[in-house]
């Protein structure tokens, strides 16, 4: 079979309250940053590129397999929140076997976006993606090249950003669950936030990083991160990289009011260094981590709630997938 080097653009037209349809459009235009990408990629005219909608359903994967399996295309554009760029991360992941040398280019057009802040330093306030893409690439600040990316995973399931286990599972859980006056308000998280906070904390859990135990305690909550960041800024892994091998993590007892207060306005911050923060908090990195729980605990993945479980075990999937990034 021919390879097929153009790329395969699969936008999520609903993400960001219509930024993914925006970028989707932008994508399709010869100029900018998507021309630097196509003439990196030796990708053509982008005009020509073909486009796969993602749908509820998951119809979209059956296409893209197409594309990949009997076309020959070798390059995927992911356009999405982070929980549509973890779907076809995952997607191009479980295709590996079949289809040699498959590349990745994430394109943030969710709300938060915080895979974005790690990957490319991009964030929301910078405006929209490709113009802030043309301005670092037509400056040559930043140009398009090829690299490896890791990946996690949660009890087999793969995420490409941030896990949150307890505090943050629920408050993601009733988030998307509840049917309350404010849960289709803007206000939704912080509300769940605070019910979650109240009614949380009172587990215990043992940490074995690695196969070796390195925290039994009082639990609370606990994120694990293959990025940085998750809930449009919250640096809960500053240390994570998407290279390394590795995971990281922080667990943490349910701490008081103010401390709780304290300690999110330091992962919130973006200074250099950062404040400490204040809360008891066991920072972790390893290549596999388990939890295990005296209780059934919330679990969500970049932005999607998973379920409940006794045990929730993760795995660095290490140099996971190629994608194009605009570097330095």
Known sequence: MAQDNRILI????????????????????????????????????????????TTRGGEWKTEVEAFVKTRGIRTVMAIGGDGTLMEVAAHLYGM???????????????????????????????????????????????????????????NGRVFINMASIGYGGKVVENAQQRQAFWSKTSAVYQVEGLLAFAGGGRGRVDVKVDGESVYTGPFFGAFVGNGKANGSGLYWTRAARFDDGKLDAIVFPKPGLLEMARSMNAIKSTATPPPDIVMRHKAIQGAEIVFYFDEPVALELDGDFVGDAMQHGFKCLAQALNTWVLKK
């Open 96 to 154: 590996r076997a079949d289809a040699d040398g498959l590349s990745l280019v994430p394109v943030p057009g969710g709300r938060g976006n915080d895979f974005a802040r790690a990957y490319y330093g991009y964030r929301l306030e910078d405006g929209e993606f490709w113009e802030w893409a043309a301005d670092a690439a037509g400056g040559a600040t930043r140009r398009w090249s090829r690299q490896t990316l890791d990946l996690g995973s949660a």
């Open 10 to 53: 699969v936008g999520n037209p609903v993400s960001g309250n219509g930024r993914g349809a925006r970028l989707l459009e932008a994508a399709r235009r010869n100029e900018g940053a998507v021309r630097s990408l196509a003439a990196a990629a030796a990708a053509g005219d982008p005009a020509n590129w073909p486009i796969v909608q």
